[in-house]
């Protein structure tokens, strides 16, 4: 089946990393996205890992694949006021046969960062 | 300007009452979704459309329709609202076969008393 599990909600003070985690259930998976909802807006992509990767770096945020265990993570360095949102990981899965992919997203994790 | 737009922003509406949102995009991208989100629950699929002629339902197309006007315009309908459809609701845009990035609007939030 096809689930995508996140954690509701994470707290963490300004500075510290943050890190949000993701299970799925789907081994098929292409490639892995995480978005960022900011209040009153859509999503919008923050970074994406290839499902034969492990690990990619982009500025402040690492992300790490576990495919034997199928967990995924954002870390966030140096957290700061403006990275407080509700963060989604999503998988990219084969469908039609192949013919195209589909996006499964979790339930999203609310990220409040403290002063 | 945004690439793709949501009309309207927001909309209160009784039960029973028919419910059009709309959505347009620049980006000339073939394929087009329509995702409900309620609090807890992530985002839902309702339709998607890979061109003008392709229309398929998602996980919870039950109560809703859409339209493909334009391969820039897919509108969704709720044909007799009610109370439970209350939710934010989103179009996307994608365009890759297999890297599927999908591009936001900015939501439209639909109360039905």
């Known amino acids: 089946g096809e689930d995508v599990e996140q954690s509701l909600f994470l707290s963490v003070r300004e500075g510290d990393s943050s890190v949000i985690n993701c299970t799925y259930t789907d081994s098929s998976s292409t490639y892995l996205y995480w978005y960022k909802q900011e209040p009153g807006a859509g999503l919008q992509l923050l970074t994406y890992i290839f499902s034969n990767m492990d690990m990619k770096q982009d500025q402040r945020l690492t992300v790490l694949l576990n495919k034997k265990d199928k967990h995924l993570s954002l870390r966030i360095a140096d957290t700061q006021t403006g990275d407080s949102a509700i963060y989604f990981c999503a998988e990219s899965i084969p469908n039609y046969g192949g013919a195209t992919n589909k996006l499964i997203f979790g339930t999203g994790t609310l990220l409040a960062v403290q002063p | 300007d945004a690439d793709v737009t949501q009309t309207p922003r927001n909309r209160i509406t009784k039960t029973g009452k028919r419910i059009m949102l709309e959505c347009s995009q620049t980006k000339g991208h073939d394929r087009m979704y329509w995702y409900r989100q309620d609090p807890g629950l992530g985002l839902q699929l309702i339709y998607y459309?890979?061109?003008?002629?392709?229309?398929n339902k998602g996980e919870i197309s039950d109560g809703y329709s859409v339209s493909r006007q334009a391969q820039a315009k897919f509108s969704l309908s709720l044909e007799s609202a009610i109370p439970n459809q209350t939710a934010l609701y989103f179009c996307?845009?994608?365009?890759?076969?297999?890297?599927?990035?999908?591009?936001f609007g900015p939501g439209t939030r639909l109360t039905v008393l």
């Open positions: 996307a845009t994608s365009q890759g076969r297999n890297y599927n990035e999908q591009f």
């Open positions: 459309s890979f061109d003008v002629k392709d229309i």
